[in-house]
């Protein structure tokens, strides 16, 4: 896989060994920082703002047709989006995630959402960000499992995120990084205890 190995990956441990995966060693853990709700993993790299979010999501009773766009729409709404848009969504199989019970429905959206970063405010200040968001379902635990990753394509100069980020204005490769870090998450994911999902 060429577009893997471009990054240095290290294992994690997610909800203290509950989830293990590979992540690119740029991604730390954004809980020595700040506060994350418990039902989050908040990964980040601050030179490029990118970021790794993974969820435990109470099961909705959505339709599996219907939670990739459901889902994505929700964060949107989570996330303030001023616009957002779905580029496709397709159903996952045991290759993407070969660690995950095969008969497990799982779904990869892909889209783009504006939004401002923290405290800022205002369209001058809005940064374009490429979204991979998979949805893992769990109904026999009443859980799902949400995986997103976020990688800004257009950094506003005006943006608070440019403090800490290496790069502002347009950000080409923003959607190939995307791909490839959600392909490396997925490919390692392996849910140690299900008991973390009760039910």
């Known amino acids: 896989m060429t577009v893997l190995s471009q990054e240095t990956w290290r294992p994690v441990e997610l909800y203290g060994g509950a989830i293990i995966a590979q992540f690119p060693e740029r991604f730390v853990d954004v809980s020595d920082f700040r506060p994350v709700p418990d039902h989050q993993e908040v990964w980040a790299d601050g030179a490029s703002d990118q970021s790794i979010v993974v969820e435990i999501a109470e099961h909705s009773d959505v339709p599996d ?6 889902v994505f729409n929700d ?15 397709r159903q996952l199989g045991a290759a ?11 779904c990869l959206v892909s889209g783009s959402q504006q939004a401002c ?3 800022d405010a205002g369209e001058e200040r809005s940064n374009t960000v490429q979204l ?4 893992i379902r769990l109904p026999q635990h009443g859980s799902d499992l949400l995986v997103t990753v976020n990688a800004p394509s257009y950094i506003s100069p005006s943006s608070s995120a440019v403090q800490h980020a290496d790069a502002q204005g347009q950000q080409p490769e923003a959607g190939r990084q995307a791909a490839a870090v959600m392909e490396g998450v997925l490919r ?8 973390l999902f009760g039910g």
């Open 188 to 195: 390692s994911l392996k849910v140690q205890d299900w008991g």
């Open 96 to 106: 993407d995630a070969p660690h995950i019970p095969p008969e497990t429905y799982m």
């Open 75 to 89: 964060l949107a709404v989570a996330n303030e989006a001023s616009s957002s848009s779905i580029a496709g969504i």
């Open 117 to 119: 970063k923290g405290r």
């Open 65 to 70: 047709s219907n939670v990739g766009r459901f």
């Open 132 to 135: 991979l968001l998979c949805i």
